[in-house]
């Protein structure tokens, strides 16, 4: 069974400050997504990384793909009330045609 | 203009009842999926189907049984309701079956039903 452990499970910060979210598993993925839930609504695709190393920017965030495929990062600088919600990372194997393993969610609550 | 929609959105019933949930898209995709979101917000793939072909089936208790008419609409129904079903359900869809680089899913607003 593949697994997906973010951390920290929650953050509550104040707005201006960065952070770090991480995704960590001992599976290799062939391509790994980060979703963002609003309260009340289905996850939001933020980004797809698909290769080990690979790093792509969206305005704030930055996202990170392992070397080795095993592991993600999501770094905001800055944060706004607008970023709170639940992130979520989630991982396709190799030959599991659509198959999304989802990430056990990481929290954020920013605050003025 | 909802890409995917889902009805009810919510859903309070009594343990042993029968229910359905209905999912939509019109974004004409080939590809929908049920996922359950549990109280610690853990999302996890229930099910998927490819043009009407189920195509993933996770253990899920054989009381939930999805349908698919056309490739537009993937319905949930569920037998014999009990209080540990009680959860979010969401729809989603995807264009298609990919074998490498993941494609965007697109997910409803959910539907969350609570037994009693």
């Known amino acids: 069974t593949q697994l997906l452990e973010q951390s920290p499970q929650f953050l509550s910060i104040q707005e201006g400050e960065n952070l770090t979210v991480y995704c960590n598993s001992s599976?290799?993925?062939?391509?790994l997504q980060w979703y963002r839930q609003e309260p009340g609504e289905g996850p939001v695709l933020l980004v797809t990384?698909?290769?080990?190393?690979e790093v792509k920017k969206l305005k704030r965030l930055t996202f990170q793909f392992g070397d080795a495929r095993k592991d993600s990062s999501l770094h905001i600088t800055a944060a706004q009330p607008g970023d709170t919600g639940l992130y979520l990372c989630?991982?396709?194997?190799?030959?599991?045609?659509?198959?999304?393993?989802f990430g056990t969610g990481t929290r954020l609550q920013v605050t003025l | 203009d909802t890409a995917v929609s889902q009805t009810p959105k919510y859903l309070v019933t009594q343990m042993g009842n029968d229910k359905s949930i209905k999912c939509e898209q019109n974004?004409?995709?080939?590809?929908m999926y049920w996922y359950k979101q549990d109280s610690k917000k853990f999302l996890k793939i229930m099910f998927s189907?490819?043009?009407?072909?189920?195509?993933i089936n996770e253990t899920v208790p054989n009381r939930f049984s999805p349908k698919s008419p056309d490739k537009a609409h993937l319905n949930l129904h569920i037998n014999s309701l009990e209080l540990g079903d009680s959860a979010v359900y969401f729809c989603?869809?995807?264009?298609?079956?990919?074998?490498?680089?993941?494609?965007?899913?697109?997910f409803g607003p959910g539907t969350r039903l609570l037994v009693l």
């Open positions: 599976s290799v993925f062939s391509s």
């Open positions: 989630a991982g396709k194997a190799s030959g599991t045609a659509s198959k999304l393993t």
């Open positions: 189907y490819n043009n009407k072909e189920l195509i």
């Open positions: 989603a869809s995807s264009h298609g079956m990919t074998s490498g680089g993941g494609e965007t899913q697109y």
């Open positions: 990384v698909v290769t080990g190393g």
């Open positions: 974004l004409g995709h080939d590809t």
